[in-house]
């Protein structure tokens, strides 16, 4: 038996996600349209992986699901792709916070305080079809609980 994750508090989470990431990239449904909100979940639960935003842009994808389900999911990665065209450096003020893997202070996710983590969503490591999109759904809205959307 694994030890649970310091992070997120799932048995094997790093292995579930490449399980999860092995479906979302063989773009079957209903893996694959739900990549992005997978993956923001995973990032979220885990604090010393998220991106150099704080995982501002992954908290937005999680609410536009929670919100609007997957059309809301596709509109906001079709905005960020168009953004992205003209991007701006972030992070470049002096004494910044936009070393890659720091973690601002107050920002550290709580351990293992979500009710739904990757392990849920697994159900036993196959990430069934058969209600997959609710478990994301019921992942997002735990990740959020914790994590945002307005923290700080
Ligand atoms: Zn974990």
Known sequence: ???PCGECGARACEELFHGLLALDHSRAEPWGPLHGVSVSCFLLQH??????DGGAAARGLLQAYLDG?????QRLIGR???????????????GGAAR????????????????????QVAQGGTFPAAGFPERVRAWAAATLEVSGPHSA
């Open 69 to 73: 389900g997957l059309p809301a999911v």
């Open 47 to 52: 604090a010393g992986r998220l991106p150099a």
């Open 100 to 119: 890659g893997t720091a973690v601002p202070v107050g920002r550290e996710a709580p351990r293992g305080g979500f009710t739904v983590t990757i392990e």
């Open 1 to 3: 038996m694994t030890d």
């Open 80 to 94: 960020a792709r168009a953004a992205n065209s003209h991007r701006v450096k972030a992070g470049a003020a002096p």
